[in-house]
C-alpha cells in the first residue's frame, strides 16, 4: 500500500466555522507534511512531523493547527479561516532517513473554499 | 538548498520523447536532483532523482551534464497521461537540520502533450 488518504476531498467552510482535514498512511512513514497549494501555483510547505512531532513550522498562522495523533494520521485543525485561505491542501509522507534517498508520497489533496 | 531553473511550459506529440530541461548552475558537490510531477487535480508525485550518473527507472530516465549544472528529464515515449507540471528540485544530502524537512518546489515546467 503506497499511498496517501486525504479526506474530505472538498470542503466548503464558513469563517466562524471549525473544521478539519485528516490524512492517513500506512507505510510506516515517520515524516509526514503538510503542503498548502494556490492556484496555478507550486505547493508550499506548512508543517513537517517526524516522528509524531512537530519539527518545522513555516510561520503558519495560528488559525490552522496541525496534530498527529500515531504515526499512521495528520490532521490539520482550520478555525476563523479567512477567504485567501481557499486553496489545495496536501498532505504527504516520507520515511525519515534524512535528505539522500527519501521519496515523498502525496494524497490527492483537499480543496478547501472558505466563504 | 541550490535553486531550479526551468523553461515554464513546453509542448509535444503523443508518442514522441520529449526532453525537460533543468538547469542549475550554483548546485553543490553533495546536491541530488529529484524530480516530481504533478498531474491536473492530484498531488504532485515521485519520478526520478541522481546524484551524478544517468538514472532510469519504469518512469523516465534522467540524464545529468558531466559539469552537474544543469540535468534533463527524459520521457522516452509520451502519452496524453504525462501532461503535467515536472518539478526539478535540489536536495542537499548534507541538509543539517536533522530529521525530515519538506521538499521546495520551484515554478516547474508545464508540459503539454498535443493528440
Known amino acids: 500500500d503506497t499511498e496517501v488518504t486525504q479526506t474530505p476531498k472538498h470542503l466548503v467552510m464558513g469563517m466562524t466555522n471549525k473544521k478539519s482535514l485528516k490524512c492517513e498512511q500506512h507505510?510506516?512513514?515517520?515524516?509526514m507534511y503538510w503542503y498548502k497549494q494556490k492556484a496555478k501555483k507550486p505547493p508550499e510547505l506548512m508543517f513537517v512531523?517526524?516522528?509524531?512531532?512537530?519539527?518545522i513550522n513555516e510561520s503558519v498562522p495560528s488559525r490552522f493547527s496541525p496534530e498527529c495523533p500515531n504515526s499512521s494520521l495528520l490532521n490539520l485543525h482550520l478555525h476563523a479561516l479567512q477567504p485567501e485561505d481557499s486553496a489545495l491542501y496536501l498532505c504527504?509522507?516520507?520515511?525519515?532517513?534524512?535528505?539522500?534517498?527519501?521519496?515523498?508520497?502525496f494524497g490527492q489533496g483537499t480543496r478547501l473554499t472558505v466563504v | 538548498d541550490a535553486k531550479t531553473t526551468q523553461p515554464n511550459s513546453m509542448e509535444s506529440n503523443e508518442e514522441e520523447p520529449v526532453h525537460l530541461p533543468c538547469n542549475h548552475s550554483?548546485?553543490?558537490?553533495?546536491?541530488?536532483i529529484h524530480w516530481y510531477r504533478q498531474l491536473p487535480s492530484q498531488g504532485p508525485e515521485y519520478v526520478i532523482h541522481?546524484?551524478?550518473s544517468n538514472v532510469n527507472n519504469r518512469m523516465a530516465s534522467l540524464a545529468i551534464a558531466e559539469d552537474r549544472k544543469s540535468s534533463t528529464l527524459i520521457l522516452h515515449r509520451a502519452t496524453l497521461r504525462d501532461a503535467a507540471v515536472y518539478y526539478c528540485?535540489?536536495?542537499?544530502?548534507?541538509?543539517?537540520?536533522?530529521?525530515?524537512?519538506?521538499?521546495?518546489f520551484g515554478k516547474g515546467t508545464h508540459l503539454i502533450i498535443q493528440p
Open positions: 528540485i535540489l536536495r542537499d544530502r548534507l541538509y543539517s537540520g536533522g530529521g525530515a524537512d519538506g521538499l521546495t
Open positions: 507505510m510506516g512513514h515517520r515524516a
Open positions: 550554483t548546485i553543490s558537490g553533495t546536491d541530488y
Open positions: 512531523y517526524s516522528y509524531e512531532k512537530l519539527s
Open positions: 541522481g546524484l551524478t
Open positions: 504527504a509522507s516520507s520515511q525519515d532517513q534524512g535528505r539522500t534517498n527519501t521519496e515523498a508520497f
